[in-house]
C-alpha cells in the first residue's frame, strides 16, 4: 500500500471553506483516478473563525503502478490545474503533499 497524503494549511478562517470545496471540487477527481481517501484529518478538533487550521487528507493506493497512473491522469484533466491553479490558493497558507509506504514493503515495491 501507498499512501499520498494532502498536508494543508488553511489561511485563517478558512479552515472550513477549504474542507469543503476540497471535498466537492478535489475529490470527486481523485477517486475517479483510483485513490481512496481514507483520512480527513483536522488540526485543532475545531473550526477557527481567526485562526489557521491544518487540514490532513491520507489517500490509499495498492501499488506504484496505480500512483504513477493516477498522476498521468491528473496531469491530463484541467479540472486538477484549475483547483490547484485558481480555486484553492485563495483558501491555502501552505500545502505540502507526500508519498509514503509502510517500511516493510519497500523491498517489494523497489523489485520494479
Known sequence: MIYVIDDILAKPGQGQAL?????????PGAEARGM???HRLVEPAMWLPEGSNRLIFIWAQP?????????????MDPDVDRWWQEDAPPLIETRQRYTL????TLGVLDNV
Open 101 to 104: 509506504a509502510e517500511a516493510e
Open 63 to 75: 501499488h506504484a503502478g496505480a500512483v504513477w497512473g493516477a498522476k498521468h491522469s491528473a496531469r
Open 19 to 27: 474542507y469543503d470545496a476540497y471535498m466537492a471540487r478535489y475529490v
Open 36 to 38: 481512496t481517501l481514507q
